[in-house]
C-alpha cells in the first residue's frame, strides 16, 4: 500500500498528468475554434449571398428593416455596393434606412451618405436635393456645403458656387483657393470677355493670390504665350513642365529659357536649343545624351500627382478627381517612346 502512495509522489508521474492535462486543454481548444471558425463562416456566406444573389428592392426592405442585419452591417452592405459601383443598389438601401430611421443625427449621415453616391453617380440635380435638404435641417454641416460647392460648380452655376462659399467663411473656413479657383474657371468660361481680358484679369488673380498657377499658365501658353513668357513665375516652371514642354516653339522665348537652368535642361531635352550637355534629372539627361548624338525615338511623357490624396492620373486636372483638393496638381515626367518618329520609319 505504501508502495502505491510513494509511486504518485513520483515526480515522473506528476509531469505525465501535467502533460496530459496540456493535451487535453489543447485537444479541446482546438476543436472549439474550428466550432467557431464553421459557425462564423455560415454566418459570412449568409451575409455575402445578399451581394451575390443581387436581391431585389423587396428583398432589400425586407432585410434592412428586419433584426437580420444591424444599422452597421446595412452601411457596410451599402459601402460594399458603392465601392463595387452598383450605385442603384446603394441608393436603395439608404431611401430604406431613412425609413425606418427615427433619429435625426442618423437620418442626417445616411442623407449625407446617399447624397455622395448621387453625386458619384452623376446624379447631380439629386444631389443638390438631398444636399440642400440636410442644410435645411442642419445649416452648419461643413461637408454638405463643399459638396454643393463641386455641383454648382460642375452645372456650371459660378454664381451658386460663390454664394456657398459665405456660410463657410461663417463657419471659420479658409475658402480663398476655392474662391480664387471659382473666380479664374468663371472669367475662362465667360462669353463676356475676350481672349486678351481674360487673360489679364487672370494675371491679375494669379499676381494678387500666387494660387492656381498650373490652371493660368495651361491657358496664358495656348492663348497668349506672348503674354505668358513675359509674366512666367520660374519658380514654378517644374510644376508646368507638360506645359512648357508642349507649348508652340517658335514662341519660345529663350532669353528667359537661358536664364534657368532647369529650363536650359527641358528645352536642350525636347531639342529646341542645346542649352545644357547633361542634367541631374535622369530623363532630361537621357534625351539630351540623345539629341547631342543625332538620334531620336524617345520623349517625355507626362503623368500628374495629387499632391494630398496621392492618386495618379494620366490626365491633368484642376481640381483632384478624387478627393476634391484644389491646385493639387503635381507633374511628373517619365521616359517613353516616340510614337511619331516609329511611325515615321515605316513609312
Not at 33 to 51: G, I, P, Q, T, W
Not at 116 to 134: M, P, V
Not at 316 to 336: A, G, K, W
Request: proline fraction near 3%; hydrophobic fraction near 40%; charge should be negative.
Amino acid at each position: 500500500m505504501n508502495s502505491l502512495f510513494i509511486e504518485f509522489r513520483d515526480p515522473l508521474f506528476g509531469i505525465i498528468i501535467f502533460f496530459s492535462l496540456i493535451f487535453v486543454i489543447a485537444l479541446i481548444s482546438y476543436w472549439w475554434a474550428r466550432f467557431k471558425r464553421k459557425e462564423d463562416s455560415h454566418y459570412l456566406n449568409k451575409f455575402m449571398d445578399v451581394f451575390n444573389s443581387m436581391p431585389t428592392e423587396q428583398e432589400l426592405k425586407t432585410l434592412v428593416t428586419s433584426d437580420v442585419i444591424s444599422d452597421k452591417s446595412a452601411l457596410i452592405m451599402a459601402q460594399t455596393y458603392y465601392q463595387n459601383g452598383n450605385y442603384e443598389k446603394c441608393i436603395e438601401i439608404y431611401l430604406i434606412m431613412l425609413e425606418v430611421q427615427k433619429d435625426a443625427n442618423e437620418k442626417k449621415e445616411t442623407l449625407y451618405l446617399l447624397g455622395k453616391t448621387y453625386f458619384k453617380a452623376g446624379f447631380l440635380e439629386r444631389s443638390q436635393e438631398i444636399f440642400l435638404q440636410i442644410l435645411k435641417q442642419f445649416p452648419r454641416t461643413p461637408k454638405a456645403l463643399r459638396y454643393l460647392l463641386i455641383i454648382y460648380e460642375k452645372m456650371h452655376q459660378f454664381d451658386k458656387a460663390l454664394e456657398v462659399l459665405e456660410p463657410l467663411d461663417e463657419l471659420g473656413l479658409d475658402n480663398t483657393k476655392d474662391r480664387v479657383y471659382l473666380q479664374c474657371v468663371s472669367v475662362i468660361r465667360s462669353a463676356e470677355y475676350g481672349v486678351d481680358e481674360k487673360a489679364q484679369l487672370l494675371l491679375e488673380l494669379y499676381q494678387e493670390h500666387h494660387l492656381l498657377s498650373y490652371l493660368i499658365f495651361e491657358y496664358l501658353f495656348r492663348f497668349t504665350p506672348a503674354l505668358a513668357w513675359k509674366n512666367l513665375d520660374l519658380g514654378e516652371a517644374e510644376r508646368i513642365a507638360d506645359i512648357l514642354w508642349n507649348a508652340r516653339e517658335p514662341e519660345a522665348n529663350l532669353d528667359i529659357i537661358s536664364s534657368n537652368s532647369y529650363l536650359r535642361e527641358l528645352y536642350s531635352a525636347k531639342g529646341t536649343e542645346l542649352l545644357a550637355q547633361e542634367s541631374n534629372i535622369f530623363e532630361f539627361d537621357v534625351l539630351i545624351k540623345l539629341n547631342m548624338a543625332d538620334q531620336s525615338g524617345a520623349t517625355l511623357q507626362f503623368d500628374y500627382l495629387c499632391g494630398e490624396c496621392k492618386q495618379i492620373y494620366p490626365f491633368s486636372f484642376h481640381r483632384c478627381p478624387n478627393c476634391h483638393s484644389i491646385d493639387s496638381v503635381v507633374t511628373e515626367v517619365l521616359l517613353t517612346k516616340d510614337h511619331f518618329e516609329a511611325n515615321s520609319s515605316l513609312q
